[in-house]
């Protein structure tokens, strides 16, 4: 790494950027589920895997351009999100022990799905071509341009996840409910639809992330797991609960995976990424945005 | 006319019964207090009223509605607005985004911009703090801001657990002649508070409940000649 010359190693940040704001969007669906419902999603991956194959479908099937074939297939992942929390969450809130119960189920979910997907679609990873072929020459860093346009997607992604949050009714009550469930209730919000909508719109960023990602990685029935892995290092890194903990924590894991898999090897990938998990975690036991708990 | 009616009402939690067959009228414009000993079973007769407890049994009425069958997030919508015990504020929001919560039902962000004003005008500490976190302020002004986002709800009938709960003699002074103001203007008002004597004093009416029933009832300044009560309750 240290031998790097500089534009190199510029080049390699930018490239850990993107990575990272891929794990960002994921990490950031976990954390809002998280944050509103205080449970884990143990199906996250593959609302990711969807995203994946129906991205594909759209694509080598029917021929439609990434244009259009991106928000369709976040649209139907985001209509599964909805149908898997009616039909698997819902049933269980407020039970006995839901918490643990929830997460049983969200992982019969995964499994589920992934056996489904290796029936419908079968072993054979599948890819599609990039949106745009080409790379540009800045100051000495050579980058794709579908790489900067994964960048692109993802700022654009996070700016309209700040404004909902923030800006709109549904954003105050989703803040609300996630703040204190009980008063949220006492003031009108129906905390039950909240929980549901937030699943979906989860399940529509995983989804988001995989379309990005599929013309780089391939799409296969498993694809879903490792990220998911990695999301819940961002998550617990970031602050669990926290969005922007979310977003800095993926940018941060992209940055180090990246820099360490050209300084290292790309079967250091994991360790180096539990590694910077565990230190962290000796000074901020409560994730660089969480709340330490008194 | 808003009157508010419990008739029979038990609850659990869980298999623990925390209500007993309680009997409870609040005519409109009336101030109620409930008194009694921690764990009798105050607060929860105000949760079961507001949705966040189902009773079991028994009949609960406001304005001519049933609400033992209402959703916890549409009671707010027939007028009553409940100030939970410990204020429960949304912390890491702003005292303002706060307020405007407590016009959530509504759904109209015009009117919710008037009655800001109008709450700020009640509680001008609260115009100077708009903009900061609510979990950062003092406990006074949280109660403040608890009853500020109630008002916002605009409430026929206000729910009160413990206004006077952790705070200093001569704020609970302000809470209490604030609370009197809402009342002049024909907001029904339920008052649990630990301390009887306070709120036999600002009640018209009260109920002492013991072990999640209802053991006396009647006018407040009867129930502050009672002897049981005054032994036992007031400390005399």
């Known amino acids: 790494m240290f031998s790097m010359p500089l534009p190199l190693f510029a080049e390699q940040i930018i490239n850990g950027i993107v990575l990272g704001s891929m794990y960002a969007l994921v990490a950031s669906g976990l954390t809002l589920i998280w944050g509103t419902m205080r449970m884990l999603n143990f199906a996250h991956g593959e609302f990711y895997m969807l995203g994946g194959y129906l991205f594909f479908l759209l694509i080598s099937s029917l021929g439609l351009p990434p244009a259009l074939a991106v928000p369709i297939s976040i649209s139907l992942v985001f209509l599964v999100g909805l149908a898997v929390q009616r039909l698997s969450v819902h049933p269980l809130l407020g039970r006995p022990q839901w918490e643990f119960s929830t997460l049983v189920a969200t992982l019969g979910v995964s499994i589920f799905l992934q056996n489904a997907a290796l029936h419908i679609w079968g072993e054979r990873f599948k890819t599609v071509p990039y949106f745009i072929n080409g790379t540009i020459d800045i100051v000495g860093m050579r980058l794709s341009y579908q790489r900067l346009l994964i960048l692109a997607v993802a700022i654009f992604a996070m700016v309209v996840m700040w404004y909902l949050l923030r800006r709109t009714r549904f954003g105050m009550a989703l803040r609300a409910t996630a703040m204190d469930r009980d008063a949220a209730m006492l003031y009108g919000v129906n905390v039950y639809r909240v929980f549901t909508i937030t699943f979906g719109i989860a399940a529509a960023l995983a989804g988001l992330a995989a379309t990005m990602l599929a013309s780089i990685n391939s799409i296969s029935p498993w694809m879903g797991a490792p990220l998911m892995l990695k999301g819940f290092v961002v998550v617990v890194l970031g602050g669990l609960g926290s969005f922007p903990g979310a977003i800095l924590g993926g940018i941060i894991i992209g940055i180090v995976e990246t820099l360490g898999v050209i300084t290292w090897s790309s079967q250091w990938r994991e360790v180096i990424s539990f590694t910077v998990l565990i230190f962290i975690l000796w000074f901020r036991p409560w994730g660089l945005f969480g709340v330490k708990e008194s | ?236």
């Open chain 2, 1 to 236: 006319m808003s009157r508010l009616e419990l008739s029979g009402v038990s609850a659990f939690y869980g298999d623990a019964q925390a209500l007993f067959d309680i009997d409870l009228v609040v005519e409109p414009g009336e101030i109620v207090a409930i008194i009694g000993s921690n764990g009798a079973g105050k607060t929860t007769v105000l949760r079961t009223i507001s949705g966040l407890v189902k009773p079991r049994n028994g009949s609960l009425q406001y304005d001519g509605r049933d609400l033992a069958s209402a959703t916890a997030w549409s009671v707010v919508s027939s007028g009553i607005a409940h100030v939970p015990e410990g204020r429960r504020l949304f912390r890491e929001m702003s005292v303002q985004e706060n307020l405007m919560m407590g016009a959530y039902h509504r759904n109209n962000v015009a009117d919710g911009k008037v009655d800001l004003e109008r709450v700020y005008t009640l509680f001008p500490r609260l115009a100077e703090r708009r903009d900061q976190l609510a979990g950062t302020m003092s406990g006074g002004e949280q109660q403040m801001a608890a009853i500020g986002r109630a008002l916002m709800a605009r409430p026929r009938l206000l729910l009160l657990d413990e206004p006077s709960l952790g705070l200093a003699p001569k704020i609970i002074e302000t809470v209490f002649k604030t609370i009197r103001e809402i009342n002049a203007d024909g907001v029904g008002i339920v008052l649990v508070e630990q301390s009887a004597q306070l709120a036999l004093e600002t009640a018209q009416r009260a109920y002492l409940m013991e072990n999640g029933r209802i053991v006396k009832s009647g006018d407040a300044s009867a129930l502050m000649n009672d002897d049981a009560v005054r032994e036992a309750y007031l400390g005399l």
